[in-house]
Each structure stands twice: as structure tokens, then as C-alpha cells.
């Protein structure tokens, strides 16, 4: 499956209206006139990528606003988050799979296992929220991929975190947040069997 330039992906209303607001600001500092402005302003609110609306914004001092790695670094609610329930039976994505920006798991008496390895994911920055019970959450990581676990509640259960700090510059981060329960969450390289 090849990947998409994240630069083609379609942009949403909230996308347009960044723009605009860049293009408002910079008619106000006189960079554009009033005229430009219009024009500039029509063609946002028509554009359906980020490549287009990219392009309005370029030659202005916060045109970097909307580049694709800025954007993938900043977590999206635009997306409604993948919803994974083990609720007695277990739950996996592995292969090749799409990975959206926010996932919510609920390893209720069930087990989750997510496996990142052949995973497309043109996102910088994964938040995985975490609603706990008596399961436990598996997360097999490509390398250069990282772990921040920091802010996930442990109540009765437990964390092993084997990818820890910072992910590579090509890398993502995947953001754990709130409360495993009684079970545990582990995020692991690939066991030399799995590979």
C-alpha cells in the first residue's frame, strides 16, 4: 500500500479557517493588500488539501504554520479516535493497518495488543487512551518509535516500558494516557519470534 504525501490529504473547516486567520493577520501588517486578501481568502476557503492551502500561506511569515510536520506533531480532534473493546476476548491490530492519531482501548476482561510494525502511519504524534479493567494493553514498536507513559494512572496494575525518551527524527511518539486498572501495559520491540 503506498503511502500518501500527507500534503495531499483532504484539509477540514478548521484547516480553511488557520489559513484565513494567517491571511487575516497578514493584511493587517500590510504584507497583503486588501485586494490580495479576497482573492487569497476565496481560494482558502475552496481548497480540499493541505498542498493547497499550504501554497496561500507560503510567502508569509507564519506560512509554516500549516506544514505537514507541524501539523503531524499536533495531536488532531478532528478524527473520531479507533474504539477497541476486549471485553472477555482479546482484541489485535497487526499487518497493515492504519493508524489514526487518537486511540481509545478498554481492556475490559480481555487483552488489546497493537502491533505498530507494519503499521501506516503518516502521524508523528499516537495518543492511546487507556480505560482500564482487568486486561492488559501490548504495544510491539518499530524502531525509532517511543514510548510516554508518564501521565497513565496504574492503579492496581502496571507499566513496563521498554521504549522510553524520544523517538527518532523519522520516528513517532506514543502517547499513553489513563488508567489501566488491575491489568498492565507493556511496550516492547518484537520478540525475536515475532519478527
Known amino acids: 500500500m503506498d503511502r500518501i504525501d500527507p500534503r495531499d490529504m483532504r484539509a477540514g473547516d478548521p ?31 475552496r481548497a480540499k488539501t493541505y498542498r493547497e492551502l499550504s501554497a496561500l500561506v507560503a510567502d508569509l511569515p507564519d506560512g509554516t504554520a500549516l506544514s505537514p510536520a507541524a501539523a503531524a506533531l499536533a495531536p488532531s480532534t478532528r478524527a473520531e479516535p479507533l474504539q477497541l473493546k476486549a471485553t472477555m476476548s482479546d482484541v489485535e491490530r497487526s499487518g497493515t493497518w492504519a493508524v489514526p492519531p487518537r486511540i481509545h482501548v478498554s ?31 501490548v504495544l510491539i514498536l518499530p524502531k525509532g518509535w517511543a514510548v ?28 499513553v494516557t489513563g488508567g489501566i486498572g488491575m491489568g498492565s501495559l507493556v511496550a516492547r520491540d518484537p520478540h525475536f519470534y515475532e519478527k
Not at 111 to 119: G, I, P, Q, S, T
Not at 160 to 167: F, I, L, Q, T, V
Request: charged share 35%; net charge negative.
Open 107 to 137: 481492556p475490559a476482561m480481555g487483552n488489546v495488543k497493537l502491533d505498530f510494525r507494519n503499521a501506516d502511519c503518516p502521524h508523528r504524534l499516537v495518543e492511546i487512551e487507556v480505560k482500564g479493567g482487568t486486561g492488559n494493553v
Open 148 to 175: 510516554d507513559a508518564d501521565q497513565l494512572r496504574t492503579g492496581w496494575g502496571s507499566v513496563k516500558n521498554r521504549r522510553e525518551g524520544s523517538p527518532s527524527p523519522d520516528g513517532v511518539l506514543v502517547r
Open 15 to 45: 484547516d480553511r479557517e488557520h489559513t484565513a486567520d494567517i491571511l487575516r493577520r497578514a493584511a493587517g501588517e500590510g504584507r497583503i493588500d486588501i485586494d490580495e486578501l479576497e482573492e487569497r481568502l476565496e481560494r482558502a476557503y
